[in-house]
């Protein structure tokens, strides 16, 4: 799928068969316990106030020397465009007009040369310099006290420079996006380790840069799994892996306070001659997680596993019923599923698997045989999976012009932890939307998803959706994160002594504090 332009105050192109389905529009108000969903639609940008640039014609001298006048940019549409991240918040903001965050100008580098020359030249200049991938990290554009602030988008850093086949390496620079990345590898043959499910946007850099809850930054998306090094420009020059060898796991989830991310060297492999997905049916999310750890357990090869929880399954369903007349078939399923007893409890399953034909028969009849011994139903193939993975940017926007706010987080757990962590944070979602909704009795649906999975534990996706407060919105949308992520906290976070040293290297690295001032130390 190939990404779309990102909008100045969204992601990029709506999901037009959610847009026009006025049937899943009423089940989503019914389902919130609202009367109906209003169209929200985002304030112009010619009508949000832009605040003037700060960046005097000195400076724009000395970065047109640098990158050339074309690679300077200073209209209100670029500046809008990184005035903020893509988080819930961000967006919130950016439709209501809030433009207050956005850089002076917008610079775009294309070699890692030209990133390392401008961190330095800025730190000399006292200039704040927000890192800018995919745009779906934490991303602020403050000045602080800074002389003024730039935006550096990365997307020209966009390339696969080197593959490495028999040792299953290759260099990539840091700006290119997931889909692009497959894109490349798959040109020559080789694909990722790692299978990360993200958004269109989301860039190498940002899965390195960006942290998540309530585990060890190194953990987060099996990161440690598929990266073998990185490169990184900082005020004070150059870093590689052989200068600093424990780099990887310092930039880990430093959301770009510690330096820019240039290159990154991933692990990779070769594709396979197929790949098949299959969905299966348990009757509860528990059975859906106990064939997940046999997997990992009896190392069962596969390409994928994801399991959607009853709240998923459930939605997924209806989006796909709404507005349909159901046919003799579907009802004779829905008749079978009630005599299985099959309720609103049950989970869906999606399994990958990849290789020859050979392979691919030998491992899809070795899970088909574990799943129906613990109670799951064989759906069929699962072919939209693949679209699915890169879907979600379009539905937010989509659904905030319905006045609907969608958030996520993800989590990695161990196998022990992850059950109770999975109530917990479902329940504070549960009760933070209550305690938030627009009119007494209206709630959200709280919706998650499992995988990837290892050894020792998976990573838990969690969505939520939930009808907008109009007047108060973005305190509704903080309040309902600030919730979700104290039920995350699982005592895997960083503590005080290492938040320390992190601040010892953060003064080191940047001790004028130009990277991303508006974010702090994780």
């Not at 190498?204 to 799994?225: F, H, K, M, N, T």
């Not at 348990?282 to 994801?306: C, I, K, N």
């Not at 989590?411 to 549960?430: E, F, Q």
Request: net charge positive; aromatic share 6%.
């Amino acid at each position: 799928m190939e990404p779309v332009q990102m909008r100045w105050n969204g992601w990029g192109g709506h999901d037009d068969a959610l847009a026009t389905n006025e049937p899943a529009w009423r089940w989503l108000a019914q389902a919130f316990a609202m009367p109906a969903l209003l169209a929200t639609p985002p304030r112009e940008l010619s009508d949000s106030a832009m605040p003037p640039s700060r960046l005097s014609d000195t400076l724009r001298q000395k970065f047109a020397a640098m990158l050339g006048p074309s690679r300077i940019q200073q209209s209100d549409y670029e500046r809008a465009r990184h005035a903020a991240g893509r988080g819930l918040s961000d967006l919130l903001r950016l439709r209501s007009g809030d433009l207050s965050g956005a850089p002076d100008a917008v610079l775009y580098p294309r070699t890692e040369a030209e990133v390392s020359a401008l961190l330095i030249f800025c730190a000399e200049a006292d200039i704040a310099v927000t890192p800018f991938g995919g745009g779906t990290g934490e991303i602020s554009c403050a000045r602080g006290s800074h002389a003024a602030s730039v935006a550096l988008n990365l997307s020209g850093l966009s390339r696969v420079t080197s593959i490495d086949q028999v040792s299953g390496l290759a260099q990539a620079e840091a700006g290119i996006t997931g889909p692009d990345l497959e894109r490349q590898l798959g040109t020559r043959g080789m694909m990722l380790g790692h299978r990360p499910d993200q958004f269109d946007f989301s860039s190498l850099g940002g899965w390195i840069a960006q942290p998540s809850a309530g585990q060890e930054a190194a953990r987060y998306g099996g990161v440690a799994d598929w990266l073998a090094g990185i490169r990184v420009a900082t005020p004070q020059g150059l870093l590689t892996p052989s200068g600093l060898p424990d780099l990887c796991h310092l930039m880990l989830g430093s959301r770009g306070t510690l330096g820019v991310i240039t290159s990154a060297t991933i692990r990779i492999r070769a594709r396979p001659e197929m790949e098949e997905h299959r969905a299966y049916l348990f009757p509860d999310f528990a059975s859906g997680l106990a064939v997940m750890r046999e997997v990992q357990r009896t190392a069962l090869p596969h390409a994928v596993l994801r399991l959607s929880d009853d709240g998923h399954t459930r939605l997924l369903r209806a989006l796909q019923q709404a507005g349909q007349e159901p046919g003799l078939r579907a009802r004779l399923f829905d008749v079978y599923l009630s005599v299985r007893r099959f309720d609103g409890t049950a989970a869906r399953l999606t399994a990958g698997f990849a290789g020859n034909e050979k392979d691919v028969a030998s491992a899809r009849k070795r899970f088909a045989h574990l799943a129906k011994r613990l109670g799951a139903i064989a759906l069929g193939a699962d072919d939209q999976w693949p679209g699915r993975r890169f879907a979600a940017g379009r539905q937010r926007d989509t659904l905030l012009d319905r006045a609907v706010g969608m958030d996520r987080l993800d989590v990695w757990a161990s196998w022990t932890k992850l059950p109770s962590l999975y109530v917990n944070v479902r329940a504070a979602l549960k009760q933070a939307m209550r305690s938030h909704a627009p009119r007494s009795g209206a709630h959200g649906l709280v919706l998650c998803e499992v995988g990837p999975a290892s050894a020792d534990g998976a990573t838990l996706t969690f969505t939520w959706l939930y009808p907008r407060q109009l007047d108060n919105g973005l305190n509704q949308a903080e309040s309902i994160r600030r919730m979700a992520l104290s039920a995350a906290q699982t005592g895997s976070g960083t503590d005080t002594l290492a938040r320390e040293a992190l601040i010892g290297v953060k003064c080191a690295l940047d001790p004028r504090g130009i990277l991303n001032p508006g974010v702090t130390i994780p």
